[in-house]
């Protein structure tokens, strides 16, 4: 796991589980030029009795003029807009989307 991310273990499990979890997000977010392992921000809930763990969302730096985004479902899982983010440092054009819901399994 990259450094430059969080080191939490709710972060350490998303970057670990959501390439093979997601497969079709993940190719759609890299045609974006995002790589799914690298969240801008994660919001998860605890993990479940059942090992899951739910992330009611995750946030994504993306490059570009929003006015060409359009918004998605793919595999039950909304692209949009995220109309509330941390502060982005970043100086070229940029906005942030989420991608939510996501259920991954607890493997850390």
């Not at 690298?38 to 946030?59: G, R, V």
């Not at 985004?69 to 906005?95: L, M, R, T, W």
């Amino acid at each position: 796991m990259p450094t430059d991310l969080c080191q939490c273990a709710y972060c350490k499990n998303y970057v670990k589980e959501i390439r093979k979890s997601y497969p079709l997000v993940s190719k759609y977010l890299a045609n974006m030029g995002i790589d799914i392992e690298k969240p801008f921000e994660t919001m998860p809930l605890e993990p479940d009795a059942k090992q899951n763990i739910e992330y009611i969302s995750a946030q994504y730096i993306a490059f570009g003029d929003i006015k060409h985004f359009k918004k998605a479902v793919i595999s039950d899982v909304n692209i949009d807009i995220a109309e509330y983010h941390p502060p982005a440092v970043v100086e070229d054009n940029h906005f942030v989307i989420e991608i939510f819901p996501i259920t991954l399994k607890w493997v850390v």
